[in-house]
């Protein structure tokens, strides 16, 4: 069975974006792959936590992995920083990745003006970390939104930069892309992707969040100049909230489109709000239930870390022996 992995980082909410672009797609492949999925709390704190609400948001996190429907029985969920191959492997990646490389990494360019007083060293070589993630469990797809796709770029270089120097030692991992909704764009500006540290909470629709804030996210959200309810370039807009639409209703966007031909974007709006009340609710019942027992989260992420180690040191004890740092 062919292996694939990817993961997200526990800080806080989870939203549309992330589902659309990543969690449903994991949880469509988990039948045809040996499936690994990772909680990120390494990469986590290059932007800085406060300690009981990372602790907090790392449940939150598989709890969600599992309400959205991941079977834990089948997939193996586990946290990063359980796993410490991750960072030994990442430190050796330090030394063979250049600055320029990663100084070219647009999700560091944005994140270092954005934490301008808080661009820690963590922050540029986060690709690195990712980079030793993916590469320690040998798989075949990352399954990630489009914004993650450049560092999939730079986990592929560097593993064939290992490759020519010592042999076969990782496979060349594959971007995976979401066949429709890679990069959701926020409800209040359509030029910039949906994102859980926009400055807005206008932009995201959580998938916690209640009918109410939802229907009031929905109605707020930015529209194009026009009345029709149509998806093409000069109505970016739309073009978001009609792959939305599509994706939780399993309609092509052609279909909604005729759905509303005529209506105006507040029938629109109105609809697209039912539309995802009705899909997060049964998730939303399986996460309160998840949340009251902790315990048993534990216990997932704890069989999950032993069954990630003993691919994951397997790995990293190749790469060490190849580089002459033996035991
Ligand atoms: P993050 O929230 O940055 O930890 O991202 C977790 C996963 O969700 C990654 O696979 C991202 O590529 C994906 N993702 C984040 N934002 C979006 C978005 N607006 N559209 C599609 N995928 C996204
Ligand atoms: N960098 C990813 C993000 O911000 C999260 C991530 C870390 C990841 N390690 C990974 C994704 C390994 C896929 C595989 O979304």
């Known amino acids: 069975m062919e292996r694939i992995l990817s993961g997200i980082q526990p800080s806080g909410t989870i939203h549309l974006g992330n589902y659309i ?24 704190i290059t932007v800085r936590q406060d300690p009981e609400q990372l602790t907090y948001n790392t449940y939150s996190l598989v709890a969600m992995y599992l309400a959205v429907g991941l079977d834990p029985e089948r997939v193996t969920l586990f946290r990063q920083s359980d796993v410490s191959a991750h960072t030994e492997l990442a430190w050796i990646f330090n030394t ?10 647009t999700q560091y360019k944005d994140k270092a003006k ?7 060293v ?9 980079a030793a993630d993916i590469l320690l469990y040998q798989p075949k797809y990352v399954p ?10 730079l986990t592929r270089e560097l593993a064939e930069r290992m490759n020519n120097v010592y042999g076969e030692t990782f496979t060349i991992p594959e971007y995976f892309a979401a066949p429709q909704g890679a990069r959701i764009m926020s409800l209040d500006d359509p030029t910039k992707k949906m994102s859980k540290s926009a ?14 804030v939802i229907t009031k996210k929905v109605k707020k959200a930015m529209t194009d100049s026009g009345t029709a309810v149509v998806a093409g370039k000069t109505t970016p807009a739309l073009t978001n909230l009609l792959t939305i639409y599509s994706v939780l209703s399993d309609k092509t966007i052609q279909e909604v489109e005729a759905l509303y031909q005529g209506q105006g974007y507040g029938k629109f709006k109105q609809g697209l709000a039912e539309v995802i009340i009705e899909y997060l609710k049964p998730i939303q019942v399986n996460y309160a239930t998840l949340m009251s027992d902790i315990p048993m989260l534990q216990r997932i992420l704890q069989q999950g870390a032993a069954k990630a180690k003993l691919i994951a040191d397997k790995t990293l004890n190749d790469v060490k022996a190849k580089i002459g740092i033996h035991p």
Not at 21 to 44: I, T
């Open 122 to 130: 963590g922050l540029f070589t986060y690709p690195l970390l990712m």
């Open 199 to 212: 400055t807005s909470e206008w932009g995201y629709i959580a998938l916690t969040d209640t009918p109410e």
């Open 144 to 153: 990630v939104g489009e914004d993650q796709k450049q560092h999939i770029e």
């Open 21 to 44: 672009g990543a969690l449903r797609q994991w949880v469509a492949l988990q039948e045809q792959y040996d499936s690994f999925f990772c909680l990120v709390d390494y990469h986590a």
């Open 96 to 105: 063979f990745a250049y600055m320029g490389e990663l100084e070219r990494m």
């Open 114 to 120: 954005q934490h301008k007083k808080n661009n820690n």
